[in-house]
Each structure stands twice: as structure tokens, then as C-alpha cells.
């Protein structure tokens, strides 16, 4: 079953043009160019042998050659040799070999995928022309995944290349405002100022629990430490605990530049007003929630009345305590989210999500709620004053919740005030 080049038919290149014309030891059927086989075409012998295929100046190039017993070889030629692709099948149609063949010769064994070079014996066309390279799956698989990577990369460049020039924009607002003339302007610096934190993380709920607040109340207390806040942390606290912690911290926000409230925990609203639930509460009825709940309102009320050695002092609250449970379920008066609260003068509250909406506690997994991780993220960024920090935070939590949570928030504020002073 070895090479059956033309001179050994019998065939020199003047003979086949000649046999062709009348010859009975060999029939060609086919394309004829150049007084010569060219295109497509079917060479049959007396003895049965038969090659379908392709022809380039008379010299086989893609196609099957049959011997009498029915084994045959599909692929490609060279100088009417097997060279390149091609599968040699036995009789019974099963393969014998295939791979990479040179000068007549197997040189490079592997399995070809017949369904892709496959090629009709009983025709002069090839159905599908084989791959000349077998790598050639892979090297365009591989490109596209470059190509992919790269526009990922210039998507990245392009994203960061704005946030420079948004910081840059930030950093040049701070420039021109400690340039001008301070006129009554209440700037909280973060350098000489008292600055004091109650931080409240309900996580472990009988009914309906978290898996984030403890860990966001933990880690604001640690990033609000490193700022210079002498912070109170509460982690899953009663009723008892938080009225206790209010008390306390009351008597250092009169001594205090800045005063930051923060609760993560389940909220709910009712007739108006925003209820932070203990994890000690046991509600049933709305009517309950006076007793069994912290009105959110009492720590605006402590802020405002209590005024203390500074006049012009910045108060924070904080509030992402607005994830969806199912104790307002029926209640006529509630809605799912919180109500809108007005900041008094001097004070600055910002809410996870919108009035009335839901807030995500954070994907199964993930440390902390998208709110708490962007805050996070946003209070370490030097010079930025508190507004356009907050606009941060709610950029970056509208790019995680995909549009679905939008961060709201209500200042008073007369001055300015940055959480992180560079040095």
C-alpha cells in the first residue's frame, strides 16, 4: 500500500495528456487546463485504482486515492506524494493511521477529526478542505483571547485614567479652597479636632438575621479609629444597650468637634418615623414598635439639643439599616424602605439606599453590604469633602448593584468637612 506516483502508473506527464484522449489503461474525468489536469477531477485505472481530487498543473494536491481492496487514502499531496494532512483508512473503513505525512511517509501521529476534514470518494469535490496546520484551532483560539484581554485592559485604562482626573478635579477644588479667604467657614480638618463615634453593627436577629452588619460596624469603628475618632462600638445590641451607649456618648458629643452616629441592622418605618430594631426585639404589632424599637429621630434629637463648647460642631448619621424583612408585612402605615429625615443645621445623614427602597446586605460571602464596602473604600481618599465623598460611595454602589441601589443622603452642613486630611 505504498506511493503510487504517476510514473509508476505508467504515466509520464506527455503520456497522461495523450491516455486522456483515448488511452484505455487510464480514464481522466475533470477540469483540463494548460493541455494539462488543473482544477478538480477523477483519474480511474484498469486495475481499479482511483484518485479524487485536486489537481494543480497535473500533480495531485487534496483528495482520496482507492485501491482495489477498498483501503484508501484521504488528504493532502505533494509532488504526487502524501505530504501534509491526511488519514489512511483500511478496508473495512475503519482508520488505520493519520496525522502529518511527508514524502509519502507518516511522520507525526494524531487523530483527525473526520467530521472536519471529511471528502466524498464518489466525488471530484471535497467537502470541507482540511486544516493545513493542526494548531491552527489553538493559535485562534488563543488570539481571540488576547484580543479579548485586551480590550478588558483599555476598558481598565480608560476607567482609570478618569478616576485620576476625577481625583485630580477633587484635589484642585481643596487647592483653591484653602487658598481662599476663610469667612465664617466651620472646616472640620482632622488635625486638632475632637472627633467621637457610636457605631451600632445588628446582625443576630431571631427572626429574619444578617450576615454583614456586625462585620460593617467593626470595620468602620477600625477605619473611623485610624481617623482620630474616639468610637463606641455595639455589636448586636438590646434595646437596654443601645439607650445606655446613646447616654454615654451624649456627654462626649458635647465636648466633640464631630459626632458620628452609624447603624447597620435591620430598619423599618411606620406613620413616619424610622425604627432601628434591637436584636432583643420581640414585635408583633405595629403599635409595639415604640417600646421594642430605637427611634432613629431621638439621635437627631440628642444632636440638635445638645449643643456643647462648639457652636459650629459637624454631626454624621449614618444608616444602613434598610434591608428587607418581613415584620411590616400588612402593617397599613409602613412602607419597606425608610422615610425621608431632614437634617438639622450642622448635620449630615446619609442612608444606604433612597426613602422607601431596599438596601442589599451584601452577596453570600462577601464581608460587608455594598453600601458599608464603598464607604469603606470612599473615607480614605485624602481632601475630599464630605458631599462629594458620599457621591463617591453612591457611584460605586450603583456600579455594584447593576442601578438597583441608589445611596441617598440630607446636609445642613454650613462648612466643609473631610474624614481624611493629608499631611
Known sequence: MGEVPLVL?????EAASTSIRGNTDVKYVGEWKNNQQNGRGTLTLTDGRKYVGNWVNAKRTFGTFIWPDGSKYVGEWKDDLRHGQGIQYLPNGSVRQSGNWRDGELVQSFAINTNRFSFNADSATPLIKPQSDPLKSERDRLAAEAESARKRQQELDQRLAHERAEKERLAAQVANQD???QRNSPLATGRNERRVALIVGNAKYAYNPLDNPVNDASDLDAALKSLGFKTALLRD???????????QFADDVATSDVALIFFAGHGIEARGRNYLIPVSADI???YELEDQAYDAGRWLDMLEDIK????????IVILDACRNNDLARGWRSSSRG???MDAPTGTFIAFATAPGKVAMDGAKGQRNSPFTKNLL???QTPDVPIELMFKEVRRLVLED??????PWDNSSLVGDFVFKKSR
Do not use: D, W
Open 9 to 13: 502508473l505508467g504515466l509520464s506527464e
Open 179 to 181: 487658598s481662599a479667604p
Open 237 to 247: 445590641a438590646t434595646m437596654a444597650q443601645v439607650r445606655n451607649a446613646t447616654r
Open 284 to 286: 408583633k404589632h405595629e
Open 308 to 315: 456643647g463648647t462648639n457652636k459650629q460642631r459637624v454631626n
Open 338 to 340: 425608610l422615610a425621608r
Open 377 to 379: 473604600r470612599a473615607i
Open 401 to 406: 448593584t447593576k442601578n438597583e441601589q441608589v
